[in-house]
């Protein structure tokens, strides 16, 4: 099972909104609605952004959402701000073989 | 409010086996579904297997079959991951997860040298 595809970096000045896209198949994204997102800093265990495509824990800013279509989750950051500079990993399910797969990772920095 | 707090970092020889610990507080090991997840240095992240422990049941990613094992044990209130016949690419942060990734451990950093 391969890794899921996010593009390496994304940037953005404060105050706008970046996405940042997450590309699977027809074995995870495209056959699941449990995809996650999280956000890492330098460091740091990975915190949990989004669960089941678009739901977000408590704490969380609702800066922060999610879609997903087709085979492609996207994660959007509205009014970005110097702490969201960090790393982001999409994860999905991938049924009861393979269970989860995460993504390649995508470095946010904030211009 | 849930907390995991793992052992501490190991340094391992080429061929030795790895126990990482997860300890939970504010709440009981058998009411989660434990997670491992790794991160080799400047890499990302990648799930190794889980322990569903209200099942007894283990599922592990198929990189890793046949050399981690997953467990828990209740009277310590702790999950336990092994992993055996390391190498030098098994270097790397290990972290365990419940509440379907909500909650994590603050990572074991794992070093196979010899």
């Known amino acids: 099972q391969s890794a899921l595809t996010q593009p390496a970096s994304v940037s953005g000045s404060p105050g706008q909104s970046i996405t940042i896209s997450c590309t699977g198949t027809?074995?995870?994204?495209?056959?699941?609605?449990?995809v996650s997102w999280f956000q890492q800093h330098p460091g740091k265990a990975p915190k949990l952004l989004i669960f089941?495509?678009?739901k977000r824990p408590s704490e969380i800013s609702h800066r922060f959402s999610a879609s997903k279509s087709g085979l492609t989750a996207s994660l959007t950051i509205s009014g970005l701000q110097a702490e969201d500079e960090a790393d982001y990993y999409c994860c999905s399910y991938a049924g009861s073989t393979t269970r989860y797969v995460f993504g390649t990772g995508t470095t946010v920095t904030v211009l | 409010q849930v907390h995991l707090v793992q052992s501490g970092a190991e340094v391992k020889n080429p061929g030795s086996s790895l126990k990482v610990s997860c300890k939970i507080s504010g709440g009981t090991v058998n009411s989660y579904t434990f997670n491992w997840v790794r991160q080799a240095p400047g890499e990302g992240l990648e799930w190794m297997g889980h322990i569903i422990t209200t099942l007894g049941l283990t599922n592990y990613a198929q990189k890793f079959h046949g050399r981690v094992t997953i467990n828990a044990d209740e009277s310590a209130n702790t999950a336990y991951m092994e992993l055996t016949s390391l190498t030098s690419d098994d270097t790397a942060i290990y972290f365990c997860?419940?509440?379907?990734?909500?909650?994590w451990g603050q990572g074991t950093l794992v070093t196979v040298s010899s």
């Open positions: 089941e495509v678009t």
């Open positions: 027809s074995n995870d994204i495209g056959s699941y609605t449990l």
């Open positions: 997860s419940i509440g379907d990734f909500l909650h």
